[in-house]
Nanobody, 118 residues
Framework: QVQLVESGGGLVQPGGSLRLSCAGSGITFSNYVMSWYRQAPGKERELVAR????????SYAESVKGRFTISRDNAKNTVYLQMNMLKPEDTAVYYC???????????WGQGTQVTVSS
């Protein structure tokens, strides 16, 4: 049974920081490209950050560049999203996603709420 379990969300003031974690099980984690997506109320789900299998390459949405950092620890089957200088517009449910192409598989976590508000 494949599971991606996010944690670390919560309420934070503007300018604050949070670190999200996503622990994977039931998959060979190191073979999966891992991503973080988010979905704000009334908006479509959007890609926030992505990291390749060994962590050698990362990419970010323009809106979070310079503030968020994605990383992974394959020994712990975990991917992280360090979020700094948070803004109210970062408020959303954040989802972990794991993907592999051969065979084609995509898995999602259940999401964790991040609220940025004073």
């Amino acid at each position: 049974q494949v599971q991606l379990v996010e944690s670390g969300g919560g309420l934070v003031q503007p300018g604050g920081s949070l670190r999200l974690s996503c622990a994977g099980s039931g998959i060979t984690f190191s073979n999966y490209v891992m991503s973080w997506y988010r979905q704000a109320p009334g908006k479509e789900r959007e890609l926030v950050a992505r990291i390749t299998t060994a962590g050698g390459s990362t990419s970010y949405a323009e809106s979070v560049k310079g503030r968020f950092t994605i990383s992974r620890d394959n020994a712990k089957n975990t991917v992280y999203l360090q979020m700094n200088m948070l803004k109210p517009e970062d408020t959303a449910v954040y989802y972990c996603n794991g993907g592999i192409n051969y065979p084609y598989r995509r898995y999602w976590g259940q999401g964790t709420q991040v609220t940025v508000s004073s």
